[in-house]
């Protein structure tokens, strides 16, 4: 492998980390993967002046984060003030609170808001599509480009969320444009946790400066619009590639909720496509490395002992991708979230963790199901009469070319009437 590495700023578009890549054709994970096999589950590496350890094996990961997870509680950025960037302490835990309860409070506004986006998108996306081609199939972008245009003219808030790369940026583009409600719902949430506290003289209050709950809601922003967009461009790609899954989905959604708008409730129903979102999660993870935690103490791992003040990161992608902890882990199978009962598996296989380990796990994972799960199914209802085509070839690979995108390479879909295929047979 070439050593000759390179320093670079790695952006996850917000979630700025320093790092290190290696001049490589292949994507980092790909590279840091090869690392991992050559030295072993537990190992340094060097972001440009800083080292970090990276773990790669569940058990380890679990032992470093959960059984250590005093100690390994931190994170390595003491600069900020926000829930992913407070050091462990009071301050964490009254925001992490606040946001919490803000989240939840979210949740059950997430079925109509879904609901409502992904019609919008029907109506205006499909009708366009139907208007525009009665006869032949064309590619669904040329809707978005269209849409994206009528936005640039009108000189409407939206236009710049409107890329034409794919529908899947389109649908939550449109999610991304209509945030204004869903901001001032998550600000409304934490004043009135803020207020509670200060009058309940809860020792949290003093935590919650506005500062600090405006950085709390960047947070939740931040932390989660692309990871959910990124899955779901892996999801929409992933039922493109793989059209008899899509076949699957689409006949469990009909057979379980018909026309009628999805609930959270459904999730119960639905086991393969709650398979199917899990699968695209463990398969396709989009914060790869998991984020940097940082020890307070010197900590003892197996026969390892890990200086005060280190980064440590769990790589949750090769964890939730290795022939020792899945079978056949390279192969993109919803079935291994199914049981002998044809039921979704809630009980999450132990090297599961897209949402990473331990007390600073992702916050907003139910959320993220919730959203992915609606808005899948209102995707597939409101395009019941077409088949989505993948319509370039780029398979289903990290994009190799840019080290801030985990998600696919520029893919393209088109939607295929099913009475065109069906009069082409
Ligand atoms: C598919 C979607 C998502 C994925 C894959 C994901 C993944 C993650 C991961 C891996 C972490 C780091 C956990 C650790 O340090 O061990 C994290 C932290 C976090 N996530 Fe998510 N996330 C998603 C969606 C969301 C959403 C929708 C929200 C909020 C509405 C959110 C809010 C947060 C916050 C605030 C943290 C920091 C928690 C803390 O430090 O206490 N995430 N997420």
New binding site residues.
């Given amino acids: 492998m070439n050593l000759d590495y390179l320093p670079v700023r790695i952006r996850y578009r917000f979630w700025a980390i320093y790092c290190v890549i290696f001049k490589s054709k292949d994507h980092w994970d790909v590279v840091l993967r090869q690392v991992a096999k050559q030295y072993g589950p537990v190992f340094t590496f060097w972001f440009g002046t800083r080292p970090q350890v990276m773990i790669t094996d569940i058990d380890l990961g679990r032992e470093a984060?959960r059984k250590n997870d005093m100690a390994a509680s931190n994170?390595s950025n003491e600069k900020c003030q926000d829930?992913?960037s407070t050091d462990y302490g009071p301050q964490?835990e009254a925001l992490?609170r606040v946001?919490h309860s803000a989240?939840h409070h979210?949740y059950f506004r997430r079925e109509r808001l879904f609901a409502e986006t992904i019609d919008i998108v029907k109506g205006k996306y499909i009708k366009h599509y139907d208007d525009y081609n009665e006869s032949i199939e064309r590619d669904f972008c040329d809707a978005l480009i269209s849409a994206k245009n009528d936005a640039l003219r009108d000189g409407k808030e939206s236009a710049p969320y409107l890329t034409d790369t794919n529908l899947s940026m389109a649908i939550f583009d449109i999610f991304l444009a209509g945030t204004d409600t869903t901001i001032m719902n998550f600000c409304d949430a934490l004043i009135s946790a803020k207020n509670d506290a200060l009058r309940d003289g809860k020792e949290s209050a003093p935590y919650l400066t506005d500062t600090n709950l405006s950085m709390a809601i960047f947070?939740?922003f931040l932390?989660?619009?692309d990871?959910?967009q990124h899955?779901f461009q892996w999801i929409v790609l992933l039922m493109s590639y793989y059209p008899e899954m899509q076949q699957k989905l689409r006949q469990e959604i009909e057979s379980q909720i018909g026309d009628r708008m999805p609930t959270h409730e459904d999730r119960n129903r639905c086991h393969y496509v709650m398979a199917f979102i899990a699968e695209t999660?463990r398969f396709r993870?989009?914060?790869p490395t998991?984020?940097p935690?940082k020890t307070l103490v010197d900590t003892k791992l197996d026969k390892y002992t890990i200086p005060k003040n280190m980064s440590v990161f769990?790589y949750?992608s090769i964890i939730c991708r290795n022939d020792k902890d899945w079978q056949n882990s390279d192969e993109f199978k919803p079935e291994r979230f199914i049981d002998s009962e044809g039921q979704f598996i809630t009980t999450r296989p132990k090297a599961f963790i897209?949402?990473?380990?331990?007390?600073?796990?992702?916050?907003?994972?139910k959320?993220?199901i919730a959203?992915?799960f609606l808005v899948l199914v209102r995707f597939l209802q409101s395009t019941q009469d077409y088949d989505i085509v993948l319509d370039s070839n780029g398979g289903i690979e990290y994009n190799p070319n840019t080290a801030e995108n985990l998600g696919p390479s520029e893919y393209r879909i088109k939607l295929i009437k099913l009475t065109m295929i069906e009069s082409n047979k």
């Avoid at 007390?359 to 907003?364: A, E, F, K, S, T």
């Fill in positions: 984060f994170m829930v992913v964490w992490r946001a989240v979210e947070d939740i932390a989660g619009t990871t959910s899955t999660l993870n989009v914060v998991g984020l935690h769990v949750q897209p949402f990473g380990v331990g007390r600073r796990v992702c916050l907003g994972e959320l993220a959203d992915l």
